[in-house]
C-alpha cells in the first residue's frame, strides 16, 4: 500500500519518460473516467450501479479497473496517468492520501457540487473532514467500511462442536475444535494488505480503542513497543498457526469463498467480505455470521471509501464530474451501492429498511462509539497515518507473519518504521 506522492520535482522530471510510454487518454466531453479497484463479485456488483447512473444522466462510463485488494495496483496505474497528464476524472484515493494528492495541486474543487447537495448537513464530521483539502471538497464519499469483523461458517463451529468466540480465547478455543475435525481454523491470504487487516484487529482486541490509538494513530513510542503490542504480536503468531499452507498470495475473496463454501470456518476481513456473501445469494445468521473481531465489540475500525476528484481541462469535463459527485452522493446510490458492498452509507438520510442485520449492527455501533470513543480509523486501509508510515508499518507485519521474528524484534522495527517518511 506504499503510495508514497512524490514531491513536484519529482512528478515533473519523470512527466517526459511516462509521456513517451502511455498514451495520453483523457476523459471526453460527458463522460467520466473513474479507477478503482472494485473487481471482486460483490465489488463489481457495487460499482456497476454507479455506472448505470451515470448513463441514465446521458454520461459515458469509462471504466479504469485496476484488480488488487487494497488498491496498491490502482494507486501504482494512478501515479502513471497522473505524471503522463492524463489523470482520470476520479479515483478511488481515500484518507490522509487525499491530502498528500491535494499538495501535488491536481486535485479538482466541488464545492459547487456540495453545496448543492448540502454535503455539510448530511455528512458527519469524521467523514467531511476528510473528503476536503484546505477547507474545500475534492472528493465524495461512498461509503463507510466496518474493518473489525469476524466473519463466520456457522456450519463449520457446529460440526467441529464450537461457538461463535467474542474474545481470543474463545476464538483460541474454536479454532483449536475446527482443525482437530480437520477443517481450516483461518481463511486468510498471505498478502501485505491481509496481514496488516488482521493486525490491526488483533491490536484492537488485545488492547482497546485507547490503545489503539495511543500506539497507531498518535505513534506513541511508549505504546509501540510496550507490552501491549507484544501480546498483540503473541497473538498473531498465535493465529498464523491456524492458516493453512496455501494462503500465500491468495485474494481476499478466494479467502472469502473458503467461508463461503464450508472450507474454513473464520476470517478477519472488513465487510467488503459481506458483498461476497451477498453475491453468493447467503443470508447473515444463518449461512454467515458477522460478529465484531474478538475483542472488538466496543469498537469500531472505519475505513471510508471515497471518489476523489482530479482537476479536469474543459467546462464539459468538469460538469461531466460535478454530476459524478452529486450521483454519488444521492441517497438512492448510497443506498443501492452499499447493499451491494457490505457496507453502510456515509450519509444521513438513507433509509435502513433494506439492510440486513450486519448493516444495522454496524450502523448502531458506529453511532454508539462515535459517542463513547470507540471509533478509530484503519491503518491498514489508509485512514489513519501517512502512506509512508502506513507502508512501513505494513512492511513489518508482513515480515512477522512471513519469518521466524520475535515480537520483540517486531515491536522494535514497528516503532522505526513509525518514523518513516
Ligand atoms: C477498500 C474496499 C475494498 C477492499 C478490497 C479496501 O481498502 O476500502 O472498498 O473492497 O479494500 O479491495
Known sequence: MKIKLSVQVTLAALATIAAAALPVVSAQAAEVEVLHYWTSGGEAKSVAELKKMMEAKGITWKDFAVAGGGGENAMTALKARV???????????KGPSIQE????????????????????????????????????????????????????NPEVLAKAG?????????FFDAADKIKKAGMIAVAHGGQPWQ????????????????????????????????PTMIKTFETLAKIKTYIDKDA???????????????????????????????????????????MPAPGTDKAFTF??????????????????????????????????????????????????????????KSMDDMDATSKNGGLVPSFAHGMAIDSAKAGAFQDVIAKFMNSSMTPQAAVLALAKAAKAK
Request: aromatic letters at 10%.
Open 195 to 226: 496481514d496488516a487487516t488482521v493486525f490491526e484487529s488483533v491490536a484492537l482486541g488485545v488492547g482497546g480503542a485507547d490503545f489503539y490509538k495511543k500506539a497507531i494513530v498518535q505513534l506513541d513510542p511508549a505504546s509501540l513497543t510496550g
Open 162 to 170: 464450537a461457538k461463535a468466540p467474542t474474545n481470543f480465547t474463545e
Open 248 to 290: 500465500a498470495g491468495r485474494d481476499w475473496n478466494l479467502a472469502t469463498a473458503m467461508i463461503i463454501n464450508g472450507k474454513a470456518g473464520m476470517q478477519f476481513m472488513g465487510d467488503w467480505a459481506k458483498g461476497e456473501f451477498t453475491a453468493a445469494g447467503k443470508q447473515p445468521g444463518k449461512d454467515y455470521l458477522c
Open 101 to 152: 494528492w491535494g499538495k501535488e495541486g491536481v486535485l479538482a474543487n466541488i464545492d459547487a457540487a456540495a453545496t448543492e447537495g448540502k454535503w455539510e448537513a448530511n455528512l458527519p464530521k469524521v467523514v467531511s473532514n476528510v473528503m476536503k483539502y484546505q477547507g474545500h471538497y475534492v472528493a465524495a464519499p461512498v461509503n463507510v467500511h466496518r474493518v473489525n469483523w469476524l466473519w463466520i
Open 303 to 360: 475505513n471510508i471509501d471515497s471518489m476523489t476528484m482530479f482537476k479536469v481541462k474543459s467546462a464539459e469535463e468538469q460538469k461531466s464530474q460535478l454530476v459524478l459527485a452529486g450521483a454519488i452522493m444521492s441517497p438512492e446510490f448510497q443506498e443501492v451501492f452499499n447493499l451491494n458492498k457490505g457496507s453502510i452509507p456515509a450519509r444521513a438520510g438513507v433509509s435502513r429498511a433494506k439492510f440486513d442485520s450486519c448493516a444495522i
Open 83 to 93: 505524471i503522463a497528464g492524463s489523470a482520470p476524472t476520479a479515483a478511488q484515493i
